[in-house]
């Protein structure tokens, strides 16, 4: 493993100082409304989760009208997530309760099933919510559509961004800031951030960017209130890792760091933001900037922050986001290799093999670190300065999506099926 640290002292100082209080929750959030979580990182607060369970201990199943991987996202009391039956060409959006598990909506899109990667689906955009509307997207190679409902399910507009083009199929997942939907279209053509109305689908603003490899990578939005300014942080091979003003798309920094594609999505650790970049064949790279905070007035040139360190394939995950605990740094890694380093400067704690194959992503959940792997195993891992499988719990179905932790009941989704515990 090679990491390549330039952390100043001031930067090594804040680090020092913000991580402590930085990502856990005091309580399991009450909504989960976008893919991962609040600002993507996460977290499901200190919820007590069982070693183990057995089929007759799940709070409810569900069948799903098809084979997906949208995560599930948890919004007022409704669980979201998409579908897709490929013979017969449709996608679904559903949404069933979240304490009972019953079908409250199922919305049909009629459309073409195009090629795509083995480990893709024609469903594998999370959806994100809220108290404006539940947006999910969809494409093809002739346009990107953006589908929007009220969390009862009453239609609220459609929009249509144009053509989308990847080799391994559409995957792509929205953010939503105040009333803004913001949409990635980082792909192999002509490339945009758009933020769209989320009342009526009226495109406000859209910031071209420059073609490279398709990326996947979810939209971080920060905005912490009164006193700091917001920023919606993106990722992709053509442009690294840049930030820009969620209110009007001005670019505020911009560093150019991922030689190849982005899957995994930006989070924050303490006042550093990461992704990674990566290939099949495994050459991967984590890139960690120290998040600007003393951001250009309007006009002025944007920033160029430099890499605080980065960390090369023998840990960087490819697909897999990280996660982040206090001071620890979870790299979840695609073949079942978990690292841990010290999230402010890259440093091992430790590393450890929990085996098969891995597409979603990890999150924390009281004293545990869980993920799925591919084959449906759900793998739970201690929360600490040491590696300890701590449980395995099969799901008997393939999945590729990331669990939900909200109102004291984590959500898993398969590839056909719904549960909750």
Partial sequence: MTIILRTGFAVASLVATTFGAATALAAGPADWP??????????????????????????????????????????????????????????????????????????????????????????????????DGVFWLWATKDNLRVEAFTPTGEPLWHADLGPYAC???????????????????DHDGPSAIVALDAKTGRERWRVNRETGRAAYSTPLVI????????????????????????????????????PRRTVSSPILAGPLVLCTCGEG?????????????????????????????????????????????????????????????????????????????????PIVVGDCVINVSADGEVVMIADGDAFEVLGRVPLGDTCRATPAAAGGRIYFRTASRLFAL
């Fill in 34 to 131: 976008r893919w991962r979580g609040h600002e993507g990182g996460g977290q499901g607060g200190d919820v007590a989760l069982p070693r183990g369970w057995t089929a007759a201990d799940w709070k409810w199943q569900a069948t799903l009208p098809g084979q997906g991987h949208g995560s599930p996202v948890v919004f007022r009391g409704g669980v979201y997530t998409a579908a897709a039956d490929e013979a017969a060409g449709k996608r679904f959006l559903t949404c069933h309760d979240a304490a009972a598990g019953g079908l409250r909506w199922q919305r049909e899109f009629a459309g073409p099933i195009e090629p795509h990667h083995a480990q893709n689906s024609s469903a594998s955009g999370t959806v994100a919510a809220s108290n």
């Fill in 167 to 185: 080799e391994h199929g559409f995957g792509a997942s929205p953010a939503v800031w105040r009333d803004l939907v913001i949409v990635p279209i």
């Fill in 281 to 361: 064949g495994g050459d991967n790279l984590l890139v960690a900037i120290p998040l600007p905070t003393a951001l250009p007035a309007a006009g002025s040139p944007p920033l160029a922050p430099e890499p605080a360190y980065t960390l090369d394939r023998s840990v960087a995950p490819y697909v897999p986001t990280p996660v982040c605990s206090g001071e620890r740094l979870y790299l979840w890694g695609d073949r079942g290799v978990v690292t841990c380093v010290k999230a402010g400067t890259g440093e091992t704690l430790w590393r450890g093999r929990v085996g098969g194959m891995f597409s979603a992503s």
């Fill in 223 to 258: 905005d912490r209130g009164a006193g700091s300014r917001p920023q919606v942080v993106v990722a992709s091979n053509g442009n690294g890792l840049t930030g820009l003003d969620p209110a009007t798309g001005a670019l505020l920094w911009e560093t150019k760091c991922f």
